[in-house]
């Protein structure tokens, strides 16, 4: 038996618990309708990018998650004002009175978060300088700041390194520059765009991200007056303007958790509807839900997805977009472990990013993990030297463990792994969750979930 929750609590927790740790009774299907907001990869960004502006800023389906909390808290900390709109969901951003803020301040805001990174270019334009504390966010392979860091020297700015993190100065101002990404980074690639469209001159940045977030970021800053080209073959041309004023924007939903809904009723033999999920971003995930076997019937307001039957093996690899998205194969491989036959996922974007599935096989699934990858003839994706393949034989009849979540995607992965197999499962650790995704336990128990916070 389930009780709602208390949706003012950030991490969606019960009376009587702190939400981080739940006794999870699996075994039954999900099934129901949830509604996904705008996309955690962007809501944040164009919150960010509010800072460029003189005027306010309005951003519209912006999601209750923790990572949005840690931006309005830093942005409030350098003197942006942050109020809730009229409708649920809409932040008021007004930024005409941004001044420094202390080191101690940034880094007491910024907690696990790398957003702080992203502030650097708006900072510099508006203030001259910038801070970085010590970054976090999940534990998923290295993920360096070099990127940016080298993108933002290009621009003019001054980097030093102090013990308690980086503190870069632009004496000269920002002026454009020439971009090679040696990967497309969306991280760098959203650090040369809010920074190059008040740089003076032209930026021209090669190897570029082009997720559909990036995309959406570009609309914002068109928005705001910026000048932006995208090119053939990932290169984005940026003409630098002295002003910038603010946008009203409505987010792009959220695919990653449009896609992480989609596993759910893939393994746990389900049917969920996603509200506000649009077929266009989704095209790459939609192909793979078709050939493991699972069934979606795309609507005008959102993507039902349920099992079409028994699910069959497939071959994932892993890439930036248009490709596979590395936050989908997480959530997926729980529904492979009940496919039949051997299923292989290649990660070709992040290493040690496997690490969840030790969890799964304590549960009884039959997964390899392969730390040099495989040599396969048939690959599409370049090979990568840091990436790993997982290799996943089933259907395997998944039982109760004691879990503890190690990441965001791999935390949701663990609770639908959890809700797939029989008995009752602790999770710990779930609070990491409300990082991304909204009212988390509120969509849980809407979709017939039957779990208890314990601790």
Not at 168 to 177: F, I, K, Q
Not at 343 to 349: A, G, L
Request: include cysteine; charge should be negative.
């Amino acid at each position: 038996m389930t009780t709602l929750l208390n949706d003012t609590m950030p991490a969606g927790g019960r009376k009587g618990g702190t939400g981080e740790t739940l006794a999870i009774r699996g075994g039954r299907p999900l099934s129901g309708r949830v509604e996904v907001k705008g996309a955690k990869n962007l809501v944040t960004k164009a919150m960010v990018a509010s800072l460029l502006g003189d005027t306010a800023s309005i951003l519209h389906d912006v999601p209750v998650i923790s990572d949005v909390a840690v931006v309005r808290s830093l942005l409030e900390v350098h003197g942006v004002r942050v109020d809730d709109g009229h409708d649920q969901g809409t932040l008021v951003l007004d930024p005409r009175d941004v001044e420094s803020a202390h080191m101690e301040e940034i880094d007491a805001h910024a907690g696990a978060s790398r957003i702080p990174i992203l502030f650097c270019g708006p900072l510099l334009h508006r203030l001259g300088e910038a801070f970085i504390p010590d970054l976090g966010g999940c534990r998923i392979g290295d993920r360096p700041i070099d990127f940016h860091l080298d993108a933002l020297r290009k621009f003019g700015a001054v980097v030093e390194k102090l013990p308690s993190g980086i503190r870069l100065s632009a004496p000269r101002g920002l002026h454009g520059a020439n971009i090679t990404l040696p990967y497309p980074s969306v991280g760098a690639t959203e650090q040369v765009l809010l920074t190059a469209v008040r740089a003076r001159g032209v930026t021209e940045l090669k190897g570029a991200a082009i997720e559909p977030e990036i995309m959406d970021l570009i609309a914002v800053l068109q928005k705001m007056g910026a000048i932006i080209s995208y090119e053939p073959n990932r290169v984005l041309l940026i003409e630098g303007v002295d002003k910038l004023s603010g946008y009203e924007h409505r987010a792009i939903f959220d695919r990653n958790e449009a896609a992480s809904w989609a596993s759910a009723a893939l393994a746990t033999g389900g049917e969920i509807f996603v509200g506000g999920a649009k077929q266009q971003e989704m095209l790459t995930f939609l192909n793979v839900v078709r050939k493991v076997g699972g069934d979606f019937d795309i609507r005008e307001d959102g993507i039902l997805f349920r099992r079409g039957g028994d699910l069959r093996a497939v071959t994932v690899e892993t890439d930036v977009h248009p490709g596979f998205m590395t936050d989908w194969q997480q959530p997926l491989i729980v529904a492979l472990t009940q496919a039949t036959g051997e299923s292989i996922v290649h990660e070709t974007v992040y290493e040690n990013r496997f690490g969840f599935t030790d969890a799964l096989v304590k549960m009884g699934a039959d997964i390899t993990v392969h730390p040099q990858g495989l040599q396969d003839g048939l690959r599409r994706v370049p090979r990568r030297s840091l990436e790993q393949a997982a290799i996943i034989t089933g259907p395997t009849k998944l039982t109760a463990a004691d879990i503890t979540v190690p990441d965001l995607r791999g935390g949701y992965s663990h609770v639908i792994a959890a809700l797939t197999a029989r008995g009752e499962s602790t999770v710990r650790n779930v609070g990491i969750i409300s990082r991304g995704y909204e009212k988390f336990f509120d969509k849980l128990d809407s979709l017939g979930a039957d779990f208890d916070i314990v601790g």
